[in-house]
């Protein structure tokens, strides 16, 4: 597998995307952001807007894009599923994301090991920098426990509102890497990651796509396939005030682009939903 990814927890695609599939995504995304009401936009301060991207079909293209696929199988990640996405857009003049990581089945010993189980694949729409807001991250924050998982509440409401901007998570840690990115450009992170994003100092908004898929899917424990797919059909979220909205609701021409990502069910329970490491069974980290 891409050695980065494994080692570091993220990599870096330059120039995936063909400039007409960015267009068509900035012109429906900025579309969809200034639909946004002002309590979702203030609900999620943080992150700017956290619109699940299965409200429009017109994301079935990036979604099963084959240089995104044809990218990642670069990186060894096979027997890919589709979980979900979000369209994340930080106005100008807005505060920091918080740190947070994004995987959900600590509970399994499976996620203590190197392989990633769930990735993120980020596609900002526009040239990202530390000034406007770019994702920073902690390499190898995967696999070793550092300080700030123990100060972690990922997704807490009050975080994601900006109740106390002086709180740690919003701050710059020791040891970050900036990661900017420029349209076309793919950034993947292994789902376990710590990371969150500068705040935006520019006057101009800055939007994200972040889509979240599973490699490995017939390797994967059955819990943790039963939750994704349970989350693709909307029949859970991991976003409380999330309406659940799901791509089954896509018109047939939508659905069918995506049919091969589609995560089947394989029937039993859920994976205890766990979104906190036992850092205990990671590798401690040196400073
Ligand atoms: O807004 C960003 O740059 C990062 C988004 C993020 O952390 C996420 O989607 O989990």
């Not at 979702?40 to 240089?67: M, W």
């Not at 070793?144 to 409401?157: N, Y």
């Not at 819990?223 to 059909?233: E, K, L, P, S, Y």
Request: proline share 8%; net charge neutral.
């Amino acid at each position: 597998m891409g050695r980065e990814l494994l080692a570091r927890g993220y990599a870096h695609l330059p120039c995936l995307l063909p400039d007409d599939l960015v267009a068509r995504l900035i012109r429906i995304s900025a579309a969809n952001v200034a639909r946004a009401s002002a309590a979702h936009r203030a609900a999620n301060r943080s992150q700017g807007s956290l619109i699940n991207i299965a409200t429009d079909p017109g994301y079935a293209e990036l979604v099963a894009a084959p240089e995104i696929l044809n990218g990642l199988a670069g990186l060894g990640l096979a027997d890919l599923r589709f979980q979900s996405g979000f369209l994340i857009s930080k106005p100008g003049h807005s505060p920091a994301l918080f740190w947070h990581q994004d995987w959900w089945g600590w509970s399994l010993g499976s996620s203590y090991h190197a392989r990633p189980q769930q990735i993120g694949v980020m596609v900002y729409l526009g040239r990202t920098s530390v000034a406007n807001g770019c994702l920073r991250a902690l390499p190898g924050s995967h696999l070793r426990s550092h300080r700030l998982h123990g100060s972690i509440t990922a997704h807490e409401a009050g975080l994601s509102r900006v109740e106390d901007e002086g709180h740690e998570l919003y701050q710059s840690a020791q040891g970050e890497v900036a990661l900017p990115s420029k349209p076309g450009d793919v950034l993947v992170i292994d789902a376990r990651i710590l990371h969150s994003a500068y705040p935006n100092t520019t006057d101009h908004e800055r939007m994200l796509l972040t889509l979240w898929y599973h490699p490995f899917w017939p390797d994967l424990p059955r819990g943790i396939r039963a939750h994704a797919a349970n989350v693709f059909d909307g029949a859970v979220s991991d976003i409380s005030h999330d309406s659940r909205p799901t791509p089954r609701g896509w018109p047939p021409r939508a659905l069918r682009k995506i049919a091969a990502l589609v995560p089947e069910h394989p029937g039993g329970p859920p994976v205890e939903f766990d979104r906190r490491p036992d850092t205990n069974r990671m590798e401690a980290v040196r400073d």
